[in-house]
């Protein structure tokens, strides 16, 4: 009996570790993809500012798509910790959180199709249409940090 219910205890040990696993592995990549996204942000800001080249802003915008599309997949339910600065709105809003990704994703494809085009200054709107999908977001499901 003993033996039993020890072996039920390593199991749940276990479980619960894998959890606990799980949600670190989890938030890993989704700070670092956060920081990708801003680093690909500051790039283009600065291609805009400069004057161009605008098809220097291509990669920079499909990148952010790319990791756009990966949004929800990185913060799946439970995810959550004091540490983190993703609110528990995003879970209890999912559709909405859900559906901001894909405006930044569709915005960040609009941009990459925009500098092909090589007009620094559509280049430019199209960038301040992917800021403001980017802020609405944070605004809503961001806690800010001190």
């Known amino acids: 009996m ?26 890993i990549p989704r700070e670092d993809a956060m920081k990708e996204m801003g680093k690909n942000m500051k ?3 600065e291609i805009v500012t400069a004057g161009g080249p605008a098809a220097d802003v291509a990669p920079h915008a499909q ?9 929800p997949d990185l913060f799946p339910q439970g995810s959550d910790t004091a540490d983190d600065e ?7 809003h999912w559709d ?3 559906a901001k990704a894909k405006a930044l994703q ?3 494809t609009m941009l990459a199709s925009a500098a092909g085009g090589g007009d ?3 280049v430019g709107a199209q960038f301040e249409k992917v800021g ?7 605004k809503e499901y961001r806690e800010k940090s001190n």
């Not at 403001?132 to 944070?138: D, E, L, V």
């Open 2 to 27: 003993t033996r039993v219910k020890l072996l039920i205890g390593a199991a749940a040990f276990a479980v619960a570790l894998g959890g606990i696993v799980a949600q670190v592995t989890a938030e």
């Open 63 to 71: 990148k952010i798509a790319e990791i756009a599309a990966k949004i």
């Open 106 to 108: 569709d915005e960040a």
């Open 43 to 45: 790039a283009i800001k």
């Open 86 to 92: 993703a609110k528990a709105e995003i879970w209890q």
């Open 120 to 122: 620094i200054a559509t």
């Open 132 to 138: 403001g999908t980017c802020g609405a977001c944070h």
């Open 96 to 98: 909405d959180f859900t």
